[in-house]
């Protein structure tokens, strides 16, 4: 069932690579968040329960639904245009993605240690990575946060698979998701949006040598 | 005591936040300076005691500590020289001195935490306090600058965390406990190989956002330029020592361990990538802070040189980062004073400073000759000793490439100053010039001079520590 979910997840990382409008990355964040409650409902259902109903909290209530309907308020709030006006096309973009997932798969094959599946590593580490490669070809702001955010629930699946072992990890991850994007929305929704109009990295090219 | 000073330390942060009243922030900011002197003392005299659990005062630790309390006490002086000038609102005022303690404590804790996920969160608050004051002048291009420096640091710190992932992987049987630093000095042989590679990478990528290296060195470079010069010159001191730590107490116990070999290469190719990068900017670069902050980067660069090295220079590395947060501190609190007489940061608007300013330039005429490592500069025995590992563990060709290197930097860092000292400024209007008050540079003296004392004459406690610090490394 948790392999299910896991190419579940890593298709949606194929779906956000063609996707063009901001509602739709939006909703792949929400639906990524679910998928996150299943694994880890399924996986760590033998923590003790405080934490484990702390861990599916933070899944399905902040990843799911504050997070996206936040960045909708955001994108209200500061009127930004729908499409998400990618450097590159879409086709491209596919491609490299698919590139991404092919590379961490035979990277993979080099574990020898048995302790964690491989599937867990290859889906965490190509879910990193479309992450990284969505921030550098993508020109709005929201976006570079957009795919923030898909790193961090790649760190959370990396997570998982060793939260029978050091729960503590999962929370500290956790809380390093709940800190860091508060911290990036809120400058983002209170003080970008404020200053700038038609929030875009364009305008923020004026300090460099 | 490490608890007392957290929860004092993070008091009276919170105390400033809230508190509009002139009197009682003076006397909190003076309470904050003398909590921080005792509790390093304190640790001092109780050097290796283990605290609250995850917090020990090693060697390293306190050295640095110590490093950050003689910092600290100019840097909150030239806070309020600088906020005196500007006239700012109050609750401007209340949040930069709020965050610059909440920054001190954090920095304090992070290098004094034994265990890599305590290391960790203290460095995110690090992030949280330094925007704070990036953010301070509030305007587009410290909001740019401020936005950068978040966003950065917000995904070097997710690299850490996978690093840590990695790292609990390559641990033969996982437990809580077992991500400590002396726990992982002590399994290091029997950690697995291929976890370790990728822990390493990713720890390491991750520090580059604070000590300063290629790859993620930008976002310090903005927020360096746009901070206020005291702030500037803890963020290109303290916070850099940050990285340092996480990265050095990684790198003992990379080294101990089956991928010695592995983990020195990637080190000496993010160290010389960085080198070559600060002198391509180096030789551009017309901000006179912009030129620190870049200068910065190139001695990152060659600590990590001497500490991929190894050998004599592990000592050199040491002192080397200990006598660069003074230097490196003190032109930033002179660049303060610069830019009140020329309200410009470019080289273009400044010159002749000789005639405005006869203390301060002789302050920067000292600092410049001290930071490209000339005698009688500490840095220069620190050096020196550093390109001897290089050539001693048979690295020529890198010294070679890297004394160029340095050559061109101390050119065009040379061309800048001695413009900035000597030569007349175009268009600058005398009239309004503001006498600046020579006490001002006291501290940048006494910094100095503590440069040239470590440098050539160290203390034998001080010796003591750095053989302490680099002791786990094998020869």
Redesign the interface.
């Known amino acids: 069932m948790t392999n299910v979910l896991l190419i579940i997840f890593t298709i949606s990382l194929l779906y956000l690579s063609i996707a063009h409008r901001l509602i739709t990355y939006i909703k792949i964040l929400a639906f990524q968040g679910v998928l996150l409650f299943g694994i880890a409902f399924i996986e760590l259902i033998e923590i003790n329960a405080i934490n484990l109903t702390f861990v599916l909290f933070e899944t399905i209530a902040v990843k799911a639904i504050v997070i996206p309907l936040f960045m909708n308020y955001t994108m209200k709030r500061n009127r930004i245009t729908r499409d998400a006006e990618p450097f590159v096309p879409n086709f491209v973009s596919l491609i490299i993605i698919t590139l991404i997932i092919i590379a961490t798969f035979v990277l993979s094959n080099s574990i020898t240690d048995t302790r964690i599946s491989k599937i867990y590593f290859v889906v965490a580490l190509s879910t990193l990575f479309a992450g990284l490669y969505i921030i550098v070809t993508r020109s709005k702001i929201i976006t570079h946060i957009i795919g923030y955010l898909v790193i961090e629930n790649g760190v959370f699946i990396l997570s998982v698979a060793l939260g029978n072992e050091m729960p503590v990890l999962v929370n500290l991850g956790i809380l390093l998701d709940i800190f860091a994007s508060i911290f990036l929305l809120g400058v983002f929704a209170n003080r970008i949006g404020d200053v700038l109009k038609d929030v875009d990295v364009d305008q923020l090219k004026n300090l460099k040598d | 005591m490490t608890g007392i000073y957290l929860s004092c330390a993070f008091l009276i942060s919170g105390l400033l936040l809230f508190n509009r009243n002139r009197a009682l922030k003076n006397m909190l900011v003076i309470a904050f300076v003398l909590l921080q002197i005792g509790f390093t003392i304190y640790e001092y005299l109780h050097i290796n005691t283990i605290e609250l659990t995850y917090f020990t005062a090693d060697s390293l630790g306190v050295l640095l500590l110590i490093t950050l309390c003689i910092i600290s006490i100019p840097a909150f002086y030239h806070s309020y020289v600088y906020l005196g000038t500007k006239q700012d609102n109050p609750k401007h005022t209340a949040i930069y001195f709020a965050a610059m303690i909440a920054l001190l404590t954090s920095i304090s804790a992070a290098y004094l935490s034994n265990h890599i996920?305590v290391t960790?969160?203290f460095v995110?608050l690090t992030t949280?306090s330094a925007?704070a004051l990036i953010?301070h002048r509030r305007n587009?291009?410290s909001?740019?600058?401020?936005?950068?420096y978040?966003?950065v640091c917000?995904?070097s710190?997710?690299l850490v965390?996978?690093g840590?992932?990695f790292l609990?992987?390559s641990l033969p049987k996982?437990?809580?406990d077992d991500l400590s630093f002396s726990n992982l000095l002590n399994k290091a042989r029997e950690l697995?190989a291929?976890?370790l590679r990728l822990a390493f990478i990713f720890i390491f990528t991750g520090f580059t956002a604070k000590l300063g290296l290629v790859p993620m060195y930008t976002a310090g470079i903005?927020a360096k330029?746009?901070a206020p010069s005291p702030a500037g010159a803890l963020l290109s001191s303290v916070l850099m020592n940050v990285g340092f730590v996480g990265i050095f107490r990684s790198y003992i116990v990379t080294v101990n361990s089956s991928i010695h070999q592995w983990a020195s290469h990637v080190i000496i190719i993010a160290a010389l990538l960085s080198i070559f990068v600060a002198t391509v900017?180096m030789t551009?670069?017309?901000?006179i802070k912009?030129m620190f902050a870049y200068s910065s980067i190139e001695h990152a660069g060659i600590i990590m040189l001497g500490l991929a090295a190894g050998g004599v220079g592990n000592y050199a590395a040491i002192l080397h980062i200990v006598l660069h947060s003074f230097i490196k501190s003190s032109l930033f609190f002179q660049q303060g004073q610069i830019y009140r007489i020329y309200q410009s940061k470019s080289i273009y608007d400044a010159g002749n400073y000789f005639k405005y300013n006869v203390t301060g330039s002789i302050v920067m005429l000292l600092a410049f000759f001290f930071a490209t490592a000339m005698p009688p500069s500490g840095l220069f025995i620190s050096e020196f000793m550093i390109f001897r590992s290089l050539f001693e563990s048979n690295y020529l060709w890198i010294l070679i490439v890297v004394m160029f290197l340095l050559t061109i930097i101390i050119w065009s860092f040379g061309k800048n100053i001695f413009k900035l000292l000597f030569t007349p400024a175009v268009d600058f209007k005398e009239e309004g010039v503001k006498k600046i008050n020579p006490f001002e540079s006291l501290s940048q003296f006494i910094l100095l001079g503590l440069v040239v004392y470590l440098g050539l004459i160290p203390p034998q406690q001080f010796v003591t520590l750095i053989q302490e610090t680099i002791k786990n490394i094998p020869h």
């Open positions: 996920a960790w969160i995110e949280l925007s953010y587009n291009r909001l740019e600058g401020t936005w950068k978040v966003f917000a995904i710190i997710t965390f996978i840590i992932l609990s992987f996982a437990g809580t697995n291929f976890w903005d330029d746009k900017y551009k670069v017309k901000n912009r």
